[in-house]
C-alpha cells in the first residue's frame, strides 16, 4: 500500500509540527503531572518500601504511616519471642519543632531507631555515619530539607524540642514530600526528644454532680533550651514503660506470612500488623485521595488530553479536508469505506507515534533536571506505557472525528471542478 | 505486453456497455424544485469513443455521475453492461465501479503529496493489488501514456497536460471496460487538450475500452465516433437544429 497516510501529513510541514507539537503537549502534562503523582506518593512510602521489614506491628489504630497510635516499648520483647520471628525492631515516630539560634521553628517528625538495626533504612546516607546517632543529641536529616531547617549542612547546630541537636549525619531520598521534615535519630535520643520537654501533671476538676473529673496532662515544661550538649540533661534511655509506634519484624525463612501476622495479632494486644505491602498500600491510599493531590494533577493531566486533542483533531480534520477530491476519487474508484478509515487512522497512528516520541524525551529530560531541583518526576515504564496508549486512543479518537467528513462524503462531488 | 495483458476482446459479446431509460433528475433546494434531466434515454455501444457534449450547465456532468453510479438518479434505470447498476446496493456499487470503471476528471485530483508512480500505485491498492504487481503495473501503464521517465515527479512538478496523463494511466488499472472522462480538456490549453483526447481515443481503439468524453468543446469532436447532444434536460437528436446551431456557434 502506498503511504497516502505519511506523505499527506508530512505534506505540509509547519501545520504537521503544530500537530506534533500539540501532542508533545498533551504527552508532558499526562507525564508530567502523572510523574510528580508518582514521584508524589512514592515518597509518602519510600521509608516503608527500603525497609527490610516482613511485618509491621503497629496500633490497632493506625490510618497510615504517620498517623497512628504507640505502642509498648515492652511489646517488642514479647513480639521477638514469637515463633518464627527473625529479628523485631523499634521505630519510634513523634512531632517535634527545630529551632536554629537565629531562624525560623520548623515543624519535624522525628523518627527514633536503631541505627545498628537490620531492618529499617533512613534513605541513601551521603554524609556522616549512621552509627553517629548512636551519641547523645546527634541527628540526621534529609538534604532536601536543610533548606527549610536553614541548616548549611553538617554540623550545624539547632535544637529540637528545645533539646540540642546537631546535625550528624544527611541522607537521600527519604523524605515524604506532604510530610514535615524527618529527623532520624536513635531510639534514645528520639525518646529523650519526645518525652523529656514535657511534665505531667494531674488536672482535676469538681463537676456539677460532685464526682471529680480527673485528666492527665502532659505539658511543656518550658525548660530554657541548652543548645550546647555539653550542658544538656541526660539522655532518657527508652523504657519498657515507654510508648514507640512500630514494631517492624524480620520472618523466619519460609514462613508463612499470614499465619506469622494472625500470631502478632493474637499476642500483642490491641495490635494491627500489616505486611510492608499493606502498610505502603494505605499510606499511598491515603495520600492520594484524602488530600485530593490525585485529583488536582489528574485534573491538569486531562487538561492535557483534552487540548492534545483538540489540537490533532483540528488538524486532522483540516488535512482531511484538503484532501477531500482525493478522497472522493478514491470512493469513485472504488475503494471501500474500510481503505479510506485505514488510512485516516494510519494518519492518526503516525501523528501519535511522531508526537509521542519527543514529547516522551522532553518529559525524561525535565525529570532529569527536576531532580536536580528535588522535585521528584517519577516517569515509571507503566506512566510511559500509559501515555503512550493514552496518546494513541487521542489520535484515533480524533481520527474517528475527521473521517466522518470521509464516509458522509458524496462521491458525486469529484466531478466538480 | 501491456496490450496482451488488456485482451480488447474481453466481453466482446455483448452489445453496449451504457444503457439509459427515461432517467429523470431533480435538484430539490430549499426554495426550488430544479429538474435537470427530463427523460435520458441513451444506448451506447461496446468500444470506441463516445462524446457527450452540450452547453455548460445542460446537466452533462449530473448525467455521468448517475451513468457512472456515482449519483441516484430520481427515476430511471441505468444498465452498465448489461447490468442494471440502479438496483445495486451501494456496496454492490462500489465494487462494480471497482471491477469496471475507470475516471479522469477535469481537475485531474491526483495526490499532490505522491509521485505520479504512487498515484497510479494508489489505483493498484484500490483494487487489491500491492507490492510489486502494483509497482511494476503502474510503470507499465505510465510508459502507455508517454510519462515513463516522470514517474518520481510529483504532480506540482508536472504539466497540465502530463497531469491527466498520470490520471488518465491511473483510470487505466485494472482494465476497466468503461472509462468515464468528464471535461477532462477543460483544464487544459488547445493543444493539450486536443493531445488528451488523441489518446483517449487510441486508447479506446487499442484496449478495446468505451470511452465517454464529456465536453462542451466542439473541436474535440474529430476525437469522438458518436456524439450525444445534451439540452434542455434532454439528448437532442444529432441533426436536430439545436445540436447543430450549438456545434457551429462554437466551432
Ligand atoms: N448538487 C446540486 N444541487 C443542485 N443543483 C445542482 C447540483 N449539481 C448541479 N446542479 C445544477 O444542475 C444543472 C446542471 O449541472 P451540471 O450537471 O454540472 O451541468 P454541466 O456539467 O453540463 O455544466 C446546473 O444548473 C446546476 O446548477
Ligand atoms: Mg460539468
Known sequence: ?????????????????????????????????????????????????????????????????????????????????????????????????????????????????????????????????????????????????????????????????????????????????????????????????????????????????????????????????????????????????????????????????????????????????????????????????????GWILGLGAAVGVVVGMVVVTQILYASVSDHLKEFGTLKAMGASNGLLYRIVMEQALWMAVLGYVPGMLLCVSISVFAAGQGIVILITPLTAAAALGLVVVMCLGSGALAIGKVIRLDPASVFKA | MLIQQLSPQRNRNRTKAIAARDVRMVYQSRAERHQVLKGIDLEIPRGACHVLMGPSGSGKTTLVSILAGLLTPTAGQVFLLDREITQLSPRELTRFRREHLGFVFQGFNLFPALSAAENVEVAFNVKGIRGKAAVAGAQSLLDLVGLGDRRHYRPCDLSGGQKQRVAIARALVGEPEIIIADEPTAALDAQNGQAISQLLHHLAKEQGCTVLLVTHDPRLLKYADTVHYLEDGQIQPQDSSRARFYLNSVA
Open chain 1, 1 to 293: 500500500m502506498v503511504s497516502i497516510a505519511r506523505k499527506n501529513l508530512l505534506e505540509d510541514l509547519p501545520r504537521f509540527l503544530v500537530a506534533q507539537a500539540g501532542i508533545m503537549f498533551a504527552v508532558g502534562l499526562v507525564a508530567i503531572q502523572t510523574g510528580i503523582l508518582n514521584g508524589f506518593t512514592r515518597s509518602t512510602v519510600r521509608l516503608i518500601e527500603d525497609s527490610e521489614a516482613d511485618l509491621w506491628v503497629a496500633s490497632e489504630k493506625i490510618v497510615h504511616f504517620e498517623l497512628t497510635e504507640p505502642l509498648l516499648t515492652s511489646q517488642l520483647e514479647e513480639a521477638e519471642q514469637i515463633p518464627g520471628v527473625a529479628v523485631a525492631e523499634a521505630l519510634l515516630l513523634g512531632v517535634g519543632r527545630w529551632q536554629t539560634p537565629q531562624g525560623q521553628p520548623d515543624p519535624l517528625k522525628i523518627v527514633g531507631f536503631d541505627p545498628q538495626g537490620q531492618l529499617f533504612q533512613p534513605g541513601y546516607i551521603s554524609e556522616g555515619t549512621v552509627n553517629s546517632l548512636l551519641q547523645p543529641y546527634q541527628v540526621m536529616v534529609d538534604r532536601t530539607r536543610l533548606t527549610s531547617l536553614q541548616a548549611e549542612g553538617i554540623g550545624v547546630n539547632g535544637t529540637v524540642n528545645q533539646l540540642p541537636a546537631r546535625i550528624a549525619a544527611i541522607t537521600e531520598d527519604s523524605q515524604s514530600i506532604p510530610a514535615s521534615a524527618f529527623v532520624f535519630t536513635s531510639l534514645d535520643n528520639a525518646n529523650t526528644y519526645l518525652t523529656s520537654s514535657l511534665s505531667t501533671k494531674v488536672n482535676c476538676q469538681l463537676q456539677e454532680n460532685d464526682n471529680l473529673r480527673c485528666t492527665k496532662v502532659y505539658e511543656n515544661s518550658g525548660a530554657a533550651a541548652e543548645v550546647n550538649p555539653g550542658t544538656a540533661p541526660a539522655i532518657l534511655p527508652l523504657s519498657q514503660t515507654d510508648a514507640i509506634t512500630y514494631i517492624l519484624v524480620k520472618a523466619q525463612p519460609q514462613q508463612d506470612l499470614t499465619a506469622l501476622k494472625q500470631k502478632l495479632e493474637a499476642a500483642l494486644n490491641e495490635t494491627r500488623v500489616l505486611t510492608t505491602a499493606e502498610l505502603s498500600q494505605i499510606t499511598r491510599q491515603f495520600w492520594q485521595t484524602k488530600t485530593g493531590v
